[in-house]
């Protein structure tokens, strides 16, 4: 059996993002790594494509080899302008005959809806003598496909794959170019990289006041079961401003504080869990 294809992540000035629905599902339901959608917000509120991914999760892929880096090229030829305006112009044709497809249906559904309240005003105008409600009710759907043209601006959706393959290439990228030189931001890896080999799911926790949320399942499925605050170093060290604050706020949102350091040999990392003992909200 052929193995699953990498996924297809693009980096545009030392940030790294992924441009397709599928591979953005893949990266959940595979790789346990949600990233952060950036695109503007669509009609119901939600944020859209593309999917950024941070240099931790990035780094993790990479070390995992479950992703493949490209960058878009900087003199592209005549040609590939070309098949890429081709390829564009395709799919915006397809997208108008969608939406087009969608309005007639739509339509259709309200005449028949309303068939009775159609037929009768149709008889009142007199220019249905001598047919059938039947064969007014189809005349009448039958002329809603040719009211509705174009169709309109094409729909916000993603493309099954980039429409522009020539504009890519793909470059080899090791995962160390992404280790920092700031010794708490390379613990922070390790540490991430630790809790999701033992399975859990990690978002960013900056809107929490820690580095990490980590959840057992899906966050769309869940709530995180724990806040993970990071200190590099042997002994880990809150200050008692630090601890009230964070040890109050855990509480209140109901998640428990895990705080990861280094044992001594700088080489395991070590998990001491701070328990709030609060009143929780009722």
Same mark, same amino acid.
């Given at each position: 059996?052929?193995?699953?294809?990498? @996924?297809?992540?693009?980096?545009?000035?030392?940030?790294?993002?992924?441009?397709?629905?599928?591979?953005?599902?893949?990266?959940?339901?595979?790789?346990?790594?949600?990233?952060?959608?950036?695109?503007?917000?669509?009609?119901?509120?939600?944020?859209?494509?593309?999917?950024?991914?941070?240099?931790?999760?990035?780094?993790? !892929?990479?070390?995992?080899?479950?992703?493949?880096?490209?960058?878009? @090229?900087?003199?592209?030829?005549?040609?590939? @302008?070309?098949?890429?305006?081709?390829?564009?112009?395709?799919?915006?044709?397809? %997208?108008?005959?969608?939406? &087009?497809? +969608?309005?007639?249906?739509?339509? &259709?559904?309200?005449?028949?809806?309303?068939?009775?309240?159609?037929?009768?005003?149709?008889?009142?105008?007199?220019?249905?003598?001598?047919?059938?409600?039947?064969?007014?009710?189809?005349?009448?759907?039958?002329?809603?496909?040719?009211?509705?043209?174009?169709?309109?601006?094409?729909?916000?959706?993603?493309?099954?794959?980039?429409?522009?393959?020539?504009?890519?290439?793909?470059?080899?990228?090791?995962?160390?170019? !992404?280790?920092? %030189?700031?010794?708490?931001?390379?613990?922070?890896?390790?540490?991430?990289?630790?809790?999701?080999?033992?399975?859990?799911?990690?978002?960013?926790?900056d809107n929490f006041s820690c580095d990490?949320? %980590?959840?057992?399942?899906?966050?769309?499925?869940?709530?995180?079961?724990?806040?993970? +605050?990071?200190?590099?170093?042997?002994?880990?060290?809150?200050?008692?401003?630090?601890?009230?604050?964070?040890?109050?706020?855990?509480?209140?949102?109901?998640?428990?504080?895990?705080? %990861?350091?280094?044992?001594?040999?700088?080489?395991?990392?070590?998990?001491?869990?701070?328990?709030?003992?609060? &009143?929780?909200?009722?």
């Amino acid at each position: 059996m052929a193995s699953p294809s990498k @996924i297809k992540v693009t980096r545009t000035h030392n940030r790294y993002f992924v441009w397709t629905s599928s591979d953005v599902i893949r990266l959940r339901k595979e790789w346990r790594i949600i990233g952060v959608l950036i695109g503007f917000q669509s009609q119901v509120g939600e944020e859209v494509l593309p999917l950024q991914l941070s240099s931790l999760e990035t780094r993790l !892929l990479l070390e995992e080899g479950a992703i493949d880096i490209y960058e878009v @090229i900087d003199n592209p030829s005549e040609e590939a @302008i070309k098949s890429a305006q081709q390829s564009y112009q395709e799919y915006q044709n397809k %997208a108008k005959e969608k939406v &087009k497809t +969608v309005l007639i249906e739509e339509k &259709k559904k309200i005449i028949q809806e309303n068939a009775d309240n159609v037929i009768s005003k149709h008889r009142q105008r007199n220019v249905s003598e001598g047919k059938s409600d039947e064969e007014i009710l189809q005349s009448v759907l039958k002329r809603v496909e040719g009211e509705v043209s174009g169709g309109g601006p094409p729909p916000v959706e993603t493309f099954p794959d980039s429409p522009f393959p020539q504009f890519l290439k793909r470059v080899e990228v090791n995962p160390d170019d !992404l280790k920092s %030189a700031d010794p708490q931001q390379e613990f922070k890896y390790l540490v991430f990289r630790d809790l999701w080999k033992k399975g859990y799911f990690l978002t960013r926790g900056d809107n929490f006041s820690c580095d990490f949320l %980590a959840y057992q399942y899906d966050p769309m499925v869940c709530h995180s079961t724990y806040m993970v +605050v990071c200190k590099s170093g042997e002994h880990p060290s809150l200050s008692s401003l630090e601890m009230s604050v964070k040890g109050r706020l855990s509480t209140q949102v109901n998640k428990e504080l895990l705080l %990861a350091y280094q044992s001594k040999n700088r080489e395991d990392i070590s998990y001491m869990h701070l328990d709030w003992e609060g &009143k929780r909200g009722k």
